[in-house]
């Protein structure tokens, strides 16, 4: 997996996320996790992704569900990257039924 940068959003600003992604790598990546801070992500693929982040934690014993999120083809979504989804690295981790034409960014929102 590899590791996204998070990328900074200014308050005074902003950012283009679509020219800071990067290509989603076929074995998946992790981010860093915490309040105000996402996951951008652009299939510009002809086929709908689907979009995994891992939950590792459980409640009472039991699982939380991942979190899966379908992009169809030529859209963009936008995860949040809440703490709820910070794994023993202390980053989340994110998988993609397929990673063709997929390009992600791990940003935080100015303060």
Do not use: C, H, W
Not at 1 to 12: D, F, G, V, Y
Not at 84 to 95: K, L, N, P
């Amino acid at each position: 997996m590899a590791a996204l940068a998070l990328i900074q959003a200014p308050i005074n600003g902003g950012v283009v996320l679509e020219d800071s992604a990067v290509a989603a790598t076929a074995l998946g990546d992790t981010a860093p996790t915490g309040p105000g801070r996402f996951l951008y992500v652009k299939n510009a693929d002809a086929s709908s992704k689907t979009v995994t982040v891992a939950t590792p934690g459980t409640v009472s014993g039991l699982a939380i569900p991942d979190v899966a999120v379908v992009v169809a083809a030529g859209k963009s979504a936008v995860l949040p990257l809440a703490a709820v989804f910070r794994g023993a690295s202390g980053r989340a981790s994110i998988t993609y039924s397929a990673a063709t034409a997929v390009t992600v960014a791990a940003f935080q929102l100015g303060q």
